[in-house]
């Protein structure tokens, strides 16, 4: 009998569990319930728009690539990594180039892998489609955005035709974003890396550092002992990156100023141009796309994301800074955007429809940047490099001797555009300059020695000219064409190359050939 009731109470209590259990799913909320099996849908929508999205975009890419005619600064960067070792790159000639090393590290390594000068745009091209892919596929944005900010300007083609450290930031920055609210030591490891690219870049992810610190502390973090450990941990390990990134780009003390200072101006001024050169067209557009997206900001009660934007603006008022500078701005705005976006069953405020409108504004301005960049690399060259190097390919198998000059000087260029040529040959062509690349030291010999190699009547002397515009004009009484003509030389050929921004031509440079 004890047995027996022992089994009649198991039977029972399981039975007593089933109602209840029962009761407690009947109880459930109706919209907990509902969401379970209805949610998922929404939450992974079909991304055939998406694909076709990223798709397209490497196709515009890759084109775009396979006609691109690349530059001296491209090649600046490729004849330091290939021609020096790691220590006599990053300790010494580094702080000439106003850079940290993360861009000439991977350049270094691709030279090692013996990757060629054109595969280094293949593989920045593959580097942009990262980071797109991630914009695309992971950001909270409408659909409508996600499927056109790729082909804004910098994202299609100045962070991804052109090969140059920022192509790496709108990666980064994306990342950034996409792990804004995870592990502090992941965020420090993406915001170090940030720092060692450029330095406009390292002034945004001292912003960015700063405004996560803010965050992190507004949430009580530091009361956790384990995340206080996090935290601690990652504030190390971006501190040393920080200090890495500046002592890599500490300036030497025979810098050209005009590397670190650009033209006279104002710190205000430029601080304002910054903000609004490379969004909108024309620039009072930018000003009122600014007020919008800070209107904005402050709906979503995080206006305090702007800092990232001040503190680049502040930095590119002391530093010089070009377009490819200040585009770095619209990546980070994506960034800001994407951390502060409002989850769905978020009232849409009038400020944020500003907002957006704002943005689709930007968009609209830069695609049609992009269509005539393009366009206009399509139908001429970029730079004047390869057709250059064509022509001087037979002499330097011939074993002839070339000489490098300027025309005139601007902002201390010299025969700097001429560091364009030597990827395409396998040692240094030029007599008077001493190293395969560019030195912006104020001692760099090239000009003096050019004099000395001109008295043993060089076969071939190559002549540097940059202006503004896309009309260049040769002032025949020039006084250095004045010298080759009395020394016997004559010009052969004339090979330019200009570089397209927002809906003109911003600079020609010009290789003039003289043989004696």
Known sequence: MTLGNKVMQSLLGERMTVPQATSDMVSAPIERFAAMPHSQPERNPPRALEWVTLALYAVVVACAISYHEPWADEAQAWQLARSLSLPALFHTYLRYEGSP???????????????????????????????????????????????????????????????????LVPCLLFLIAARWKKSPIVMALLLGLLANLALHAAAISAGLAIVYATERLRTGDLKKPESRRQLLFATLLLLGLYAFALWTAWPPHDLLLSRVRGQSRSLSGFAIVSLVWGMCQPWPLSILF??????????????????????????SGAVYANLWHVGLL?????????ITWPAPEYRTSP???IGRAALILMTTTQILWSGYALAYDHAHPYSPDL?????????????????????DEPEGNQAFDAVGILPYFDHNIFMNQPAPFWSWSSHNPTEAQFFTALRSQPQIILVEERTHGNDPILDPKAPKLALLRNAGYRM???????????????ETSCHLIFQH
């Open 290 to 315: 600014w007020i919008a997206i800070a209107r904005c900001l402050h709906a979503r009660r995080n206006l305090l994301y702007l800092l990232p934007v001040a503190c680049f603006a502040c930095f």
């Open 330 to 338: 619209t990546p980070l705005l994506l960034c800001l955007l994407w």
């Open 351 to 353: 400020s944020e429809w």
């Open 387 to 407: 057709a250059a190097a064509h022509i001087l390919s037979p002499f330097v198998q011939s074993g002839a001797s070339i000489a490098v000059t300027y025309l």
């Open 101 to 167: 090393g993360l861009w000439h590290l991977l350049l270094w390594l691709l030279n090692r892998a013996h990757v060629s000068y054109s595969g280094m745009h293949w593989f920045s091209g593959l580097l942009a489609l990262a980071g797109t892919a991630l914009l695309v596929l992971h950001s909270p944005f409408p659909r409508y955005l996600k499927l056109a900010l790729p082909f804004t300007y910098f994202l299609l083609f100045q962070y991804a035709v052109v090969a140059r450290s920022y192509i």
């Open 492 to 506: 052969t050929h004339v090979f330019c190359g200009s570089r397209p921004e927002r809906f003109a031509v911003h």
